[in-house]
Nanobody
Framework: VQLQASGGGLVQTGGSLRLSCAVS????????IGWFRQAPGKERDFVSA????????RTTNSVKGRFTVSRDSAKNTMYLQMNSLQPEDTAVYYC??????????????????WGQGTQVTVSS
């Protein structure tokens, strides 16, 4: 499977962005697709994910209520709608695919395939 992330950019505090992750090369319904982010000098952390087949989602507490993950099966694309952005949301955002059948994983090790990152910068 190949993953192509896009949609990053520069936004002011309180603004919104929508990230896209295009899935190709395999049937998306086999996967859980997740978003991770990595700020400068920090580890890559789980943000949110969706099981493509069931539509079940999982979101880290720090962005709950502000970020929403969804998918469009007709377009084979997963989205991360980010609202009320804060400077601490500044990071490179990566999408990743997991084949793990045990539910939505949060550790990096639970994901088998990674796309390139897209930079999100929130100015104060």
């Amino acid at each position: 499977v190949q993953l192509q992330a896009s949609g990053g950019g520069l936004v002011q505090t309180g603004g919104s962005l929508r990230l896209s992750c295009a899935v190709s090369g395999d049937t998306a319904s086999r996967y859980t697709i997740g978003w991770f982010r990595q700020a400068p000098g920090k580890e890559r952390d789980f943000v949110s994910a969706i099981n493509w087949s069931t539509g079940n989602t999982r979101t880290t507490n720090s962005v709950k209520g502000r970020f929403t993950v969804s998918r469009d099966s007709a377009k084979n694309t997963m989205y991360l709608q980010m609202n009320s952005l804060q400077p601490e949301d500044t990071a490179v955002y990566y999408c990743a695919a997991s084949l793990n059948p045990r539910g939505i994983m949060t550790p990096l090790e639970g994901y088998d395939f990674w796309g390139q990152g897209t930079q999100v910068t929130v100015s104060s």
